[in-house]
């Protein structure tokens, strides 16, 4: 920044607000502000970021103005990049920045200057644009004429006169790191100079730490409010008027602060001001400003419409939080039974390193847990343990031992939760393939390995043949595998 004076992005489209754009610029100008305009750009998509980026950096606040016009746009973009006009990209760039974002939308009856219609997906995609800001909880401005839109900005001029004031005096920085001017635009409050760093030498941390200290003086305040409860319980006892009260609240906060109360009074005092001259301010920053203020019932009139505003908000995101949670799981049981019917299809065709794949990817325990459930668990590591030992059939060398191995592993989790009494078929017949794989491998082996291996193997068959029996078969017991 190269300017003494606070510089301030337009952003609005030039076919249907050009006259707006020139009357916010000369009101800006009157008000000793620097406006900054950006009319030419670049045709790739990111290079035109990359451009208004640096730009709106550089600039103290952003004024966007949303007409019914989307306007033009990058002729070159990302595949799967979203479109987005140019006065679009400037409002999520601000927002992206942290930039204060002073918003007006036109509403019916603007008097739009002279353009050519658009077409449908452009009037469609600025519309949704429209219904996002209506929509967020950034602060918004309606408006429906030019002159509106001009007493708007212009009404800034009383508050920028009172903080120019104490300009100087602030600009020396403060002993906590407080503010040295505020000026309101949107929804938040701009922050002018810090610690004597000088408006045209701020850096990204600067700017983060200013963007910030709206928030301090928020804390303050509540702090304030708690120190207020404890001194009102006192009250009787001290009899003490209300005014030596909130004094004692004025001082004791500012000492645990860490400033003095001269300075701790004009920051509040430059908040309050803020938000007066805040069309849109929160009812929360109301609340605070009437609290500094002394004005009880109003602070707890506007906290309650703020914790309203809240819990609203609340129901709303525990309500999308359910529904997301839902979908999470019913994605989560599709992925597991595609994942397995891929990988029966590709056991089916004897491709048995990519089943065994499949399966493996079926028990992910991001998707699939043993304790959550337990059967279609089992039922997977069945179904692994079968890939496994059929691609040992096929392997030569060491892989053949790994792989029987790996079954028998396999075999052997599906058994944790198949239990002869409530799954008898399902255990009956993991038992007869535990007992083949141990006896595939027994085969690989000699001495006492041999007869350890082949002693578990019996052991299975004999499991197995407690459910299968002969009385079973000749009744029509399932196929047993």
């Not at 009856?109 to 209506?134: I, K, M």
């Not at 004009?266 to 203020?293: H, K, Q």
């Not at 491998?441 to 291996?453: D, H, K």
Request: charged share 25%; with cysteine.
């Amino acid at each position: 920044m190269t300017t003494s004076r606070p510089e301030i992005f337009i952003s609005a489209t030039s076919s249907d607000l050009g006259t707006c754009r020139q009357l916010i610029k000369e009101a800006l100008l009157t008000l000793k502000y620097a406006p900054v305009e950006q009319t030419n750009f670049p045709p790739d998509a990111g290079l035109v970021h990359e451009k208004l980026r640096n730009q709106i950096a550089s600039c103290h606040a952003v004024i966007h103005v949303a007409g019914d016009v989307y306007g033009a746009e990058p002729l070159q973009r990302e595949a799967d990049a979203p479109r987005r006009s140019f006065t679009q990209m400037e409002f999520d760039i601000a927002r992206e920045l942290g930039k204060p974002v002073y918003v007006f939308v036109c509403g019916e009856g603007f008097p739009y200057d002279d353009h050519e219609p658009e077409d449908d997906e452009r009037r469609a995609l600025q519309q949704a644009h429209r219904n996002r800001l209506l929509a967020t909880d950034h602060e918004y401005t309606l408006v429906t004429s030019r002159e509106e839109l001009e007493r708007r900005i212009l009404a800034l001029q009383i508050l920028i006169e009172q903080l120019k004031k104490q300009l100087r005096r602030f600009n020396s920085g403060l002993k906590y790191g407080l503010i040295a001017a505020a000026v309101l635009l949107g929804g938040g409050i701009l922050w002018i100079g810090q610690q004597g760093s000088g408006i045209d030498q701020k850096t990204d941390h600067v700017i983060e730490q200013n963007r910030q200290t709206d928030e301090q003086l928020r804390q303050l305040i509540s702090v304030m409010a708690d120190n207020n409860m404890q001194l009102k319980s006192q009250q009787s006892a001290q009899q003490l008027t209300d005014t030596e009260i909130f004094n004692r609240v004025m001082a004791k906060t500012a000492e645990q602060a860490g400033i003095p109360v001269a300075e701790l009074e004009s920051a509040i005092r430059l908040f309050v001001a803020a938000v007066r001259s805040n069309p849109g301010a929160s009812f929360m920053d109301r609340a605070l400003a009437d609290f500094a203020e002394q004005n009880f019932a109003a602070a707890a009139v506007n906290a309650g419409h703020a914790a309203d505003k809240a819990h609203e908000r609340r129901i709303a995101a525990e309500e999308l939080a359910a529904r997301a949670a839902n979908e999470a799981t019913a994605a989560k049981t599709q992925e597991r039974e595609a994942r397995s019917l891929q990988g029966q299809s590709l056991y089916a065709d004897k491709r048995y390193a990519q089943a065994v794949s499949a399966f493996e990817h079926a028990l992910n325990p991001d998707i699939l847990s043993r304790t959550g459930q337990p059967q279609a668990w089992a039922d997977l590591n069945l179904k692994l343990g079968m890939a496994f030992n059929d691609l040992a059939s096929v392997s030569t060398g060491d892989d053949i031992a790994r792989y029987q191995q790996q079954a028998i592993v396999a075999y052997r989790a599906a058994l944790e939760v198949y239990i002869r009494e409530a799954l008898p078929q399902g255990w009956a017949t993991t038992q007869n393939n535990l007992a083949n794989a141990l006896g595939d491998q027994a085969i690989a082996v000699e001495g006492a390995e041999r007869a350890r291996l082949l002693g578990e193997a019996v052991t299975a068959y004999r499991a197995a043949l407690e459910v299968r029996t002969r009385e079973a078969f000749v009744r029509g017991c399932p196929i047993w595998y």
